[in-house]
Nanobody, 122 residues
Framework: QVQLVESGGGLVQAGDSLRLSCAAS????????MGWFRQAPGKEREFVAV???????LYSGSVKGRFTASRDNAKNTVYLQMNSLKPEDTAVYYC????????????????WGQGTQVTVSS
């Protein structure tokens, strides 16, 4: 079992930055791809980013160039650096872990965190 706990969310203004963390416990995350997802009120959960076990990344078009996913396996933690935040980035952000993560099919991922709220005011 892997427990995931997100942190770092908050209320910021448009143009600001935030760094989210996802701390894992129970097992090392080094064998897992790690994904970031978000869900805005009244909307479906959507893919944000994924980082592979080797550190390669993939981003959704809406965040590419503004968000950066990284991982520190020694700390068993993944991060999402979010720059140039926009009001449309407002959502609950979740991290997830599994052996593989697809940007288009993520409904059955093995492990999920509880989420952290990010609110961007205009």
């Amino acid at each position: 079992q892997v427990q995931l706990v997100e942190s770092g969310g908050g209320l910021v203004q448009a143009g600001d930055s935030l760094r989210l963390s996802c701390a894992a416990s129970g097992r090392t995350i080094s064998s897992y791809a790690m994904g970031w997802f978000r869900q805005a009120p009244g909307k479906e959960r959507e893919f944000v980013a994924v980082i592979s076990t080797r550190g390669s990344t993939l981003y959704s078009g809406s965040v590419k160039g503004r968000f950066t996913a990284s991982r520190d396996n020694a700390k068993n933690t993944v991060y999402l650096q979010m720059n140039s935040l926009k009001p449309e980035d407002t959502a609950v952000y979740y991290c997830a872990a599994d052996f593989t993560i697809s940007y288009s099919d993520y409904s059955s991922l093995r492990y999920w965190g509880q989420g952290t709220q990010v609110t961007v005011s205009s």
